[in-house]
């Protein structure tokens, strides 16, 4: 039996058209696959921030100021949230140090 040969794959200039005879579109898989790392990239985010909150006000405080001085978002918002909140809590640094008031009486030096 004598073997078919496929056709080549049309190169019209309708966007709409499929990219291959076969069915396959191309095209299409292509815009799928960008959207399906678009909402990955942004669940990823919302998971870091998430990661961030649970770390408290001070560490979020260093992060702000890190972020002030020019350093990258994204790197840093993950080497951030990858630090052990529990750990943090638990040594007080998840808070900032209460401030301290000296009371002086009147006619003290």
């Known amino acids: 039996?004598?073997?078919?040969?496929?056709?080549?794959?049309?190169?019209?200039?309708?966007?709409?058209?499929?990219?291959?005879?076969s069915g396959i579109d191309?095209?299409?898989?292509?815009?799928?696959?960008a959207a399906?790392?678009?909402q990955i990239s942004r669940v990823r985010r919302q998971r870091l921030v998430e990661n961030l909150h649970r770390l408290g006000p001070a560490p979020l405080f260093h992060l702000l100021t890190d972020l002030g001085a020019g350093k990258?978002?994204?790197?840093?918002?993950e080497r951030y949230a990858a630090l052990p909140a529990d750990f943090i809590r638990a040594y007080g640094g998840d808070r900032f140090p209460v401030a301290v008031i000296r009371l002086v009486p009147?006619?003290?030096?």
Do not use: C, H, I, Y
Not at 26 to 33: D, V
Not at 106 to 109: A, I
């Open 1 to 21: 039996m004598p073997q078919m040969k496929r056709p080549a794959p049309r190169q019209g200039t309708d966007p709409l058209e499929l990219s291959f005879p």
């Open 26 to 33: 191309n095209q299409a898989n292509s815009r799928n696959r």
């Open 36 to 38: 399906a790392q678009a």
């Open 72 to 77: 990258p978002v994204w790197p840093t918002v």
């Open 106 to 109: 009147r006619g003290s030096p």
